[in-house]
């Protein structure tokens, strides 16, 4: 089992960036593709960004695309979501999830989440 705990949301400008982390706790956090989701006020959530098991292979919402980078450090049991340039309309709560199914696009794909940071973009 996985426990994630997500961290680094807050405040910022459009234009500005954050580096949302998630602490994994588990022996196997390894074997684990991860990937982080996103959800605001009356929408469904949505895929952002995965990266494989390996940490070889990522894949990133259209949306996203270019302004953000996600990583994974094993040594420290926490994936990354580095995020630049943000716009207003990537305020949302941000959650990080794991994965046995590989890295995909797919919410119902995850079988562990954490319980989420809020991202707030101003204008």
């Known amino acids: 089992q996985v426990q994630l705990v997500e961290s680094g949301g807050g405040l910022v400008q459009a234009g500005g960036s954050l580096r949302l982390s998630c602490a994994a706790s588990g022996r196997t956090f390894s074997s684990y593709a991860l990937g982080w989701f996103r959800q605001a006020p009356g929408k469904d959530r949505e895929f952002v960004a995965t990266i494989t098991w390996r940490g070889t292979g990522a894949a990133y919402a259209d949306s996203v695309k270019g302004r953000f980078t996600i990583s994974r450090d094993y040594a420290q049991n926490t994936v990354y979501l580095q995020m630049n340039s943000l716009k207003p309309e990537d305020t949302a709560g941000y959650y990080c999830?794991?994965?046995?199914?590989?890295?995909?696009?797919?919410?119902?794909?995850?079988?562990?989440w954490g319980q989420g940071t809020q991202v707030t973009v101003s204008s």
């Open positions: 999830a794991a994965s046995t199914r590989g890295a995909t696009r797919n919410a119902y794909d995850y079988d562990y």
